[in-house]
């Protein structure tokens, strides 16, 4: 695994560069990533590009050994830009554009600004696209970062009218499929279709769903006209975007499958703090963040590429500056990161940023040095990690045993229509893995249109939507199957399925859904069973050859209970690890990583040939060692 760093030329006096460059590869940085948000550097005015800085920037680098992410810029257009073309802005669901003054202020529909992105990609990609040093090609950044992916602008509604049109071709067959006959929505031409949005009440959930297709279907094309033009003109590089924390406004399976890389932005302590975590946990975690955020995320994304290829492109370095608090985290913290990504199989783990911004909105956000260039606390942590990636043997392949399946419209679905506060299928997956993680296994997180043959336990917390594909698979397979509330609860169209929940899966299960309550903090599904022979194993939770079913949520006793045992069924030896610590297994090695405030002992038989770390782990201690 490589170490790299973002950085930011145009931000610091030319005579910083080969100091910094220097130092960078000093620490064991290998890979910089440049020029995502530089437009305006690069092409002060319409047609005049001033390619002098960065032609001299690549040059240093190059010079230092450095290999080079260069970024393509469209994700800040610039002011002369928007004024030339002021309904390239996306709107948001109160119709108020989304101004210039920080970045991301574009529509995803906006036919205009996509030529405008050609045009500048193009030019970038001729430039340097067969520069010896530039290995790489980041499209963009953060696409849909502070709500962008969907936008309400008349652009999005002009494009949403075609994307119906292509998908029903009669708008008859669209009033059927939306269950329009209710409250008389009929519409009697795609025209006449508005956005969801500023309705008197709660928009039709098969309109919102449809939309949601609509706007993840547009990030995909707007990522693939980029990809497109770097593949053309700068052949043999990777192409890469960088995706974020519990973020699902669109289909990163699908944008994935164009990338060669996927990789995502890492910010283990900014995500605890802004996401549904308790307040205890919050407290213990503060300065580790939760021990499952980072390696869900991993999972997530290897599972994203068609190869498992993936990277992290930002890792938090020290306190952040968008979160309610911003903790620094705890000394070895950024050294785990690290290794808690090789663990897991990232080919690159790239640090955010290289120095601190004195200015604008991001000042407080640290990096791996000061504002005034001394180092900050991650910087000795980078050489550390870096001693003992070049230390230790390559990790080799993740074992295939333990699959997740998780469905970025499973999502969509349970924020349209949740029927209950806080029923996220993202939450409900995330807490699925960890608890199963809490047991030592190592998990693929993988799209319902995956292969799943090899795997001896599958997982399904919460897939409303179930085709006939993922039965066919399930039924062939001969893996131990957890399937979680709310799966198969609803049609490809958002309507309960003819037979109730769990819809198709009842070829595979003899039992139906006749109720849906949700107590305060539990939603809980009433059961029907077909056949008296299966049984109740748990509260709420039913059993039927290698099939376990799980009807209530949170029900976290329950949710571990039955985890456990269809883990031990399937041969697969659950540990009970101590709070905070976690294990990961990858080729021959073996990785234990203590995200606690407090020292724990290593549990004995996890490691065979010890490599790094002692018999007792500090706070964010890390072991490693041979398989036992």
């Not at 305006?40 to 290999?67: C, M, N, Q, T, Y």
Request: hydrophobic share 40%; with cysteine.
């Amino acid at each position: 695994m490589k170490l790299g760093v973002c950085y930011y030329p145009e931000h610091w006096p030319e005579a910083c560069w080969p100091d910094d460059a220097r130092r960078m590869a000093g620490m064991g940085i290998s890979h910089v990533r440049i020029g995502e948000f530089a437009w305006s550097r690069i092409e002060p005015d319409p047609g005049r590009f001033a390619w002098d800085w960065l032609d001299r920037a690549v040059a240093v680098l190059a010079e230092a050994g450095l290999k080079i992410v260069m970024g393509t810029p469209t994700a800040t257009p610039p002011k002369w830009l928007v004024d030339r073309m002021p309904d390239m802005l996306a709107r948001d669901a109160m119709d108020r554009p989304r101004r210039f003054g920080s970045r991301r202020h574009y529509c995803f529909s906006h036919e205009g600004y996509a030529r405008e992105c050609d045009r500048i990609v193009a030019a970038i990609a001729e430039r340097y696209g067969t520069h010896p040093a530039v290995t790489a090609w980041q499209t963009d950044n953060e696409y849909g970062c502070h709500d962008t992916a969907i936008s309400w602008s008349p652009a999005a509604l002009a494009a949403f009218s075609r994307w119906l049109a292509a998908k029903y071709g009669k708008v008859e067959a669209l009033n059927t499929a939306w269950g329009n006959v209710f409250w008389s929505m009929e519409y009697r031409s795609f025209d006449e279709i508005d956005l969801p949005n500023l309705t008197v009440t709660v928009p039709n959930p098969a309109h919102e769903l449809d939309f949601r297709r609509f706007s993840s279907d547009q990030v995909v094309a707007f990522n693939r006209r980029q990809v497109d033009i770097l593949r053309r003109l700068s052949p043999g590089r990777d192409v890469v975007h960088n995706f974020m924390g519990f973020f699902t406004q669109f289909d990163h399976h699908a944008v994935g499958a164009d990338l060669d890389v996927a990789s995502w932005d890492s910010y283990p302590l900014g995500f605890l703090e802004q996401f549904w975590f308790s307040s205890e946990d919050k407290r213990a975690y503060a300065r580790a963040g939760h021990p499952d955020i980072a390696a869900f995320h991993h999972d997530l994304y290897r599972g994203c590429q068609r190869e498992g290829r993936w990277w992290v492109m930002e890792q938090q370095p020290g306190p952040v500056n968008w979160a309610r608090y911003n903790p620094a985290p705890l000394p070895g913290m950024v050294r785990l990161w690290t290794l808690e990504a090789m663990a897991h199989g990232a080919e690159l783990v790239s640090y955010f940023r290289w120095r601190q911004v004195p200015f604008a909105q991001e000042q407080m956000h640290a990096g791996l040095l000061r504002p005034d260039s001394t180092e900050a606390e991650g910087a000795d942590e980078v050489r550390q990690a870096a001693r003992e990636i070049a230390a230790l043997p390559p990790p080799g392949e993740p074992p295939r045993r333990t699959a997740l399946v998780f469905d970025y419209a499973s999502d969509w679905v349970t924020g349209i229509m949740p029927q209950g506060q806080g029923f996220s299928a993202l939450r409900i997956a995330f807490e699925y893995y960890s608890a199963m993680r809490g047991m030592g296994l190592d998990i693929d997180i993988v799209s319902p249109r995956a292969a799943l043959d090899g795997y001896a336990l599958i997982v399904i917390p919460c897939q409303p939507i179930i085709d006939a594909a993922l039965v066919e698979q399930l039924a062939a397979s001969e893996a131990h199957i957890v399937i979680g509330a709310g799966s198969g609860g609803k049609t490809a169209d958002f309507a309960i399925p003819g037979d109730l929940a769990p819809g198709p899966l009842q070829q595979l299960l003899p039992l139906r859904v006749t109720r849906v309550e949700t107590l305060r903090g539990q939603p809980c599904e009433w059961i029907e069973t077909v056949e008296t022979a299966i049984p109740e194993v748990c509260p709420g939770g039913y059993a039927h050859g290698r099939l376990r079913y799980l009807a209530r949520y949170p029900a976290p006793r329950e949710r571990e209970a039955l985890l456990r045992e269809a883990a031990t069924a399937a041969g697969l030896d659950p540990l009970a690890l101590p709070e905070g610590l976690r294990v990961r297994r990858s080729g021959n090695l073996v990785f234990v990583f203590n995200h606690a405030a407090h020292e724990q002992a290593l549990p004995e038989g996890l490691l065979g040939r010890q490599l790094i770390g002692g018999t007792v782990l500090a706070a964010a201690g890390v072991a490693t060692g041979t398989r036992p």
